[in-house]
T-cell receptor, first 112, second 115 residues
Framework: QKEVEQDPGPLSVPEGAIVSLNCTYS??????FMWYRQYSRKGPELLMY????GNKEDGRFTAQVDKSSKYISLFIRDSQPSDSATYLC????????????FGGGTRLMVKP | DTEVTQTPKHLVMGMTNKKSLKCEQH?????MYWYKQKAKKPPELMFV???????INESVPSRFSPECPNSSLLNLHLHALQPEDSALYLC??????????????FGPGTRLLVL
Protein backbone atom coordinates (compact mmCIF):
# COMPACT_ATOMS: atom_id res chain seq x y z
CA GLN A 1 0.00 0.00 0.00
CA LYS A 2 1.31 3.43 -0.95
CA GLU A 3 1.78 6.02 1.76
CA VAL A 4 -0.37 8.53 -0.15
CA GLU A 5 -3.19 7.41 -2.42
CA GLN A 6 -4.72 9.58 -5.11
CA ASP A 7 -7.17 8.59 -7.84
CA PRO A 8 -5.33 9.06 -11.15
CA GLY A 9 -8.48 9.98 -13.09
CA PRO A 10 -8.90 11.37 -15.62
CA LEU A 11 -11.70 13.42 -14.11
CA SER A 12 -13.75 15.17 -16.76
CA VAL A 13 -16.17 17.96 -15.78
CA PRO A 14 -18.07 20.70 -17.62
CA GLU A 15 -16.99 24.30 -17.27
CA GLY A 16 -18.45 25.92 -14.17
CA ALA A 17 -18.67 22.68 -12.18
CA ILE A 18 -17.37 22.27 -8.64
CA VAL A 19 -14.42 19.89 -8.64
CA SER A 20 -13.41 17.76 -5.68
CA LEU A 21 -9.96 16.21 -5.61
CA ASN A 22 -8.90 13.94 -2.78
CA CYS A 23 -6.00 12.11 -1.21
CA THR A 24 -5.81 9.59 1.59
CA TYR A 25 -2.71 8.80 3.55
CA SER A 26 -1.51 6.30 6.10
CA UNK A 27 1.28 8.10 7.98
CA UNK A 28 -0.20 9.86 11.02
CA UNK A 29 3.02 11.90 11.38
CA UNK A 30 2.15 14.05 8.36
CA UNK A 31 1.44 17.61 9.46
CA UNK A 32 1.96 19.73 6.35
CA PHE A 33 -0.27 19.31 3.33
CA MET A 34 0.14 20.84 -0.09
CA TRP A 35 -1.58 20.85 -3.44
CA TYR A 36 0.38 21.41 -6.62
CA ARG A 37 -0.96 21.96 -10.13
CA GLN A 38 1.12 20.70 -13.02
CA TYR A 39 0.41 21.53 -16.62
CA SER A 40 1.68 19.17 -19.27
CA ARG A 41 5.48 19.29 -19.64
CA LYS A 42 5.82 22.00 -16.94
CA GLY A 43 7.01 22.04 -13.35
CA PRO A 44 4.54 21.71 -10.44
CA GLU A 45 3.07 25.01 -9.24
CA LEU A 46 2.20 25.38 -5.57
CA LEU A 47 -1.52 26.10 -5.17
CA MET A 48 -2.28 25.66 -1.48
CA TYR A 49 -0.57 24.59 1.70
CA UNK A 50 -2.02 23.95 5.13
CA UNK A 51 -0.73 22.92 8.50
CA UNK A 52 -2.60 20.30 10.52
CA UNK A 53 -6.40 20.05 10.24
CA GLY A 54 -8.87 22.63 8.99
CA ASN A 55 -9.85 24.58 5.91
CA LYS A 56 -8.04 27.18 3.87
CA GLU A 57 -9.55 29.22 1.07
CA ASP A 58 -7.84 31.14 -1.72
CA GLY A 59 -10.07 32.51 -4.46
CA ARG A 60 -11.81 29.61 -6.20
CA PHE A 61 -9.72 27.04 -4.32
CA THR A 62 -10.45 25.52 -0.90
CA ALA A 63 -8.18 23.00 0.81
CA GLN A 64 -9.49 20.79 3.60
CA VAL A 65 -7.55 18.53 5.91
CA ASP A 66 -9.15 15.92 8.16
CA LYS A 67 -6.32 14.35 10.13
CA SER A 68 -8.66 12.07 12.07
CA SER A 69 -9.68 10.42 8.80
CA LYS A 70 -6.27 10.89 7.13
CA TYR A 71 -8.04 12.56 4.22
CA ILE A 72 -7.36 15.79 2.38
CA SER A 73 -9.38 17.53 -0.32
CA LEU A 74 -9.05 20.34 -2.81
CA PHE A 75 -12.22 21.98 -4.07
CA ILE A 76 -12.28 24.12 -7.19
CA ARG A 77 -15.34 26.31 -7.66
CA ASP A 78 -16.50 27.60 -11.05
CA SER A 79 -13.97 25.43 -12.83
CA GLN A 80 -12.43 26.78 -16.01
CA PRO A 81 -10.80 25.07 -19.01
CA SER A 82 -7.53 26.64 -17.80
CA ASP A 83 -7.82 24.47 -14.67
CA SER A 84 -7.21 21.41 -16.85
CA ALA A 85 -4.00 19.94 -15.45
CA THR A 86 -2.68 17.24 -13.16
CA TYR A 87 -3.16 17.96 -9.46
CA LEU A 88 -0.64 16.49 -7.06
CA CYS A 89 -1.16 16.30 -3.33
CA UNK A 90 1.98 16.30 -1.21
CA UNK A 91 2.61 16.03 2.49
CA UNK A 92 5.39 16.14 5.03
CA UNK A 93 5.97 15.18 8.63
CA UNK A 94 8.03 18.31 9.16
CA UNK A 95 11.16 16.39 10.03
CA UNK A 96 14.68 17.17 8.95
CA UNK A 97 15.24 17.15 5.23
CA UNK A 98 11.83 18.62 4.38
CA UNK A 99 10.96 15.54 2.41
CA UNK A 100 7.65 15.54 0.60
CA UNK A 101 5.60 12.46 -0.10
CA PHE A 102 3.52 12.88 -3.23
CA GLY A 103 0.31 11.28 -4.34
CA GLY A 104 0.30 9.92 -7.86
CA GLY A 105 -1.64 12.90 -9.22
CA THR A 106 -5.16 13.29 -10.61
CA ARG A 107 -5.59 14.45 -14.18
CA LEU A 108 -8.44 16.96 -14.46
CA MET A 109 -10.11 17.98 -17.72
CA VAL A 110 -12.57 20.88 -17.72
CA LYS A 111 -14.56 20.97 -20.93
CA PRO A 112 -15.97 24.24 -22.34
CA ASP B 1 8.93 36.65 -6.28
CA THR B 2 8.49 32.88 -6.00
CA GLU B 3 10.52 31.93 -9.03
CA VAL B 4 12.94 29.10 -9.53
CA THR B 5 14.67 29.14 -12.91
CA GLN B 6 16.23 26.20 -14.70
CA THR B 7 18.42 25.96 -17.75
CA PRO B 8 18.40 24.53 -20.30
CA LYS B 9 14.70 23.87 -20.97
CA HIS B 10 15.52 20.93 -23.20
CA LEU B 11 18.62 18.78 -23.52
CA VAL B 12 19.49 15.92 -25.84
CA MET B 13 22.66 14.02 -25.06
CA GLY B 14 24.43 10.85 -26.03
CA MET B 15 25.45 8.22 -23.53
CA THR B 16 29.09 9.33 -23.64
CA ASN B 17 28.41 13.05 -23.20
CA LYS B 18 28.96 15.21 -20.14
CA LYS B 19 26.41 17.94 -19.52
CA SER B 20 25.14 20.04 -16.63
CA LEU B 21 21.74 21.28 -15.52
CA LYS B 22 21.50 24.58 -13.70
CA CYS B 23 18.99 25.88 -11.17
CA GLU B 24 18.79 29.34 -9.60
CA GLN B 25 16.58 31.01 -7.01
CA HIS B 26 16.70 34.42 -5.35
CA UNK B 27 14.12 33.90 -2.62
CA UNK B 28 16.64 33.45 0.19
CA UNK B 29 15.80 29.75 0.40
CA UNK B 30 18.47 27.64 2.07
CA UNK B 31 17.18 24.23 1.02
CA MET B 32 17.36 23.13 -2.62
CA TYR B 33 16.29 19.89 -4.23
CA TRP B 34 16.66 17.83 -7.39
CA TYR B 35 13.78 15.64 -8.52
CA LYS B 36 13.32 13.30 -11.46
CA GLN B 37 9.87 12.94 -12.99
CA LYS B 38 8.80 10.34 -15.51
CA ALA B 39 5.64 10.75 -17.58
CA LYS B 40 2.39 10.40 -15.60
CA LYS B 41 4.31 9.85 -12.36
CA PRO B 42 4.90 12.14 -9.39
CA PRO B 43 8.33 13.69 -8.85
CA GLU B 44 10.94 11.41 -7.25
CA LEU B 45 13.43 13.01 -4.90
CA MET B 46 17.08 12.66 -5.88
CA PHE B 47 19.10 15.07 -3.72
CA VAL B 48 18.59 17.63 -0.97
CA UNK B 49 20.97 20.45 -0.11
CA UNK B 50 20.51 22.26 3.18
CA UNK B 51 22.65 25.36 3.80
CA UNK B 52 24.78 24.40 0.79
CA UNK B 53 25.57 20.97 2.20
CA UNK B 54 24.31 17.70 0.74
CA UNK B 55 21.92 16.32 3.32
CA ILE B 56 20.05 13.64 1.38
CA ASN B 57 21.08 11.40 -1.50
CA GLU B 58 18.28 9.01 -2.38
CA SER B 59 20.62 6.26 -3.60
CA VAL B 60 21.09 8.00 -6.92
CA PRO B 61 23.65 6.45 -9.35
CA SER B 62 27.01 8.18 -9.46
CA ARG B 63 26.45 9.23 -13.07
CA PHE B 64 24.42 12.05 -11.46
CA SER B 65 26.58 14.46 -9.48
CA PRO B 66 25.01 17.43 -7.67
CA GLU B 67 26.79 20.62 -6.74
CA CYS B 68 25.70 23.65 -4.72
CA PRO B 69 28.22 26.47 -5.38
CA ASN B 70 26.29 28.98 -3.26
CA SER B 71 22.93 29.53 -1.61
CA SER B 72 21.27 30.59 -4.87
CA LEU B 73 22.65 28.03 -7.30
CA LEU B 74 22.28 24.31 -7.73
CA ASN B 75 23.84 22.23 -10.49
CA LEU B 76 23.38 18.66 -11.60
CA HIS B 77 26.30 17.22 -13.55
CA LEU B 78 25.47 14.37 -15.90
CA HIS B 79 27.91 11.80 -17.27
CA ALA B 80 27.50 8.46 -19.04
CA LEU B 81 23.71 8.49 -18.75
CA GLN B 82 21.45 5.72 -19.93
CA PRO B 83 18.34 6.04 -22.12
CA GLU B 84 16.19 5.21 -19.08
CA ASP B 85 17.46 8.43 -17.47
CA SER B 86 15.37 10.40 -19.96
CA ALA B 87 12.87 12.39 -17.87
CA LEU B 88 11.89 15.84 -16.65
CA TYR B 89 14.43 17.03 -14.08
CA LEU B 90 12.97 19.43 -11.58
CA CYS B 91 14.68 21.75 -9.15
CA UNK B 92 12.89 23.05 -6.07
CA UNK B 93 13.72 25.28 -3.13
CA UNK B 94 12.24 26.08 0.26
CA UNK B 95 12.65 28.46 3.21
CA UNK B 96 14.27 27.44 6.44
CA UNK B 97 12.07 27.35 9.53
CA UNK B 98 8.36 27.20 10.37
CA UNK B 99 5.57 26.10 8.07
CA UNK B 100 7.28 27.81 5.16
CA UNK B 101 10.01 25.24 5.53
CA UNK B 102 7.71 22.65 4.06
CA UNK B 103 6.66 24.77 1.12
CA UNK B 104 8.74 23.79 -1.84
CA UNK B 105 8.68 25.89 -4.98
CA PHE B 106 9.50 24.14 -8.22
CA GLY B 107 11.20 25.34 -11.35
CA PRO B 108 9.85 24.61 -14.84
CA GLY B 109 12.19 21.67 -15.29
CA THR B 110 14.70 20.49 -17.87
CA ARG B 111 13.39 17.88 -20.28
CA LEU B 112 16.26 15.47 -20.87
CA LEU B 113 16.48 12.93 -23.67
CA VAL B 114 19.35 10.44 -23.63
CA LEU B 115 20.05 8.74 -26.94
Amino acid sequence: QKEVEQDPGPLSVPEGAIVSLNCTYSNSAFQYFMWYRQYSRKGPELLMYTYSSGNKEDGRFTAQVDKSSKYISLFIRDSQPSDSATYLCAMSAGNAGNMLTFGGGTRLMVKP
Amino acid sequence: DTEVTQTPKHLVMGMTNKKSLKCEQHMGHRAMYWYKQKAKKPPELMFVYSYEKLSINESVPSRFSPECPNSSLLNLHLHALQPEDSALYLCASSHPGGIAEETQYFGPGTRLLVL
